[in-house]
């Protein structure tokens, strides 16, 4: 079966970045897009961007722009996003999703953004 | 960047209630519009993709319909794991964009 298996929660500080992965199961990794969706808590989904782990091509919610990066190591099955110059307004749930038409998700990751 | 506005916010209802969410897009999006449903500390859950297929594994309870601007999620008959939030989602244009959830809660 699908599975999108995310790292562990992050504390980081302001101005510092971090690196979520989700390791993908149970399909052809390089045949389906990744996107990246955040939460804030309480708040509603905020897609960030998406990346096709075939070509490694990538594309960005204006929002991020020069912020955020995603990578993908397909040896491994796993796609990567790292966000950098955090602030605390980054804390939040961090999913990642497959598909351009998304059918399956990560179970999450938290980022705390705290001094 | 199209905007996308669900309504209501929240709404009550019970057991064995007919529900309905409407989601409107900014500008006309074809059929490129999927729901999903989360509940409390989890994951989303994709429910319905071009605006009316179910995704695999998805009670036919949950329907969908709309095309251009405006689209609806019906629940035929609300049972008690059906109490969450719903989002919908367009992929017509970059960037994908949700709208802001509808609650649907216990009356």
């Known amino acids: 079966q699908v599975q999108l298996v995310q790292s562990g929660a992050e504390v980081k500080k302001p101005g510092a970045s971090v690196k979520v992965s989700c390791k993908a199961s149970g399909y052809t990794f390089t045949s389906y897009d990744i996107n990246w969706v955040r939460q804030a808590t309480g708040q509603g989904l905020e897609w960030m961007g998406w990346m096709n782990p075939n070509s490694g091509n990538t594309g960005y919610a204006q929002k991020f722009q020069g912020r955020v990066t995603m990578t993908r190591n397909t040896s491994i099955s796993t796609a990567y996003m790292e966000l950098s110059s955090l602030r605390s307004e980054d804390t939040a749930v961090y999913y990642c999703a497959r598909g351009r038409v998304i059918n399956h998700w990560g179970q999450g990751t938290l980022v705390t953004v705290s001094s | 960047d199209i905007q996308m506005t669900q309504s209501p916010s929240s709404l009550s209802a019970s057991v064995g209630d007919r529900v309905t969410i409407t989601c409107r897009a900014s500008?006309?999006?074809?059929?490129?519009l999927a729901w999903f449903q989360q509940k409390p500390g989890k994951a989303p859950k994709s429910l319905i993709y071009a605006a009316s297929s179910l995704q695999s594994g998805v009670p036919s309870k949950f329907s969908g319909s709309g095309s251009g601007t405006d689209f609806t999620l019906t629940i035929s008959s609300l049972q008690p794991e059906d109490f969450a939030t719903y989002y919908c989602q367009q992929y017509n244009s970059y960037p994908w964009t949700f709208g802001q959830g509808t609650k649907v809660e216990i009356k």
């Open positions: 500008q006309g999006i074809s059929n490129y």
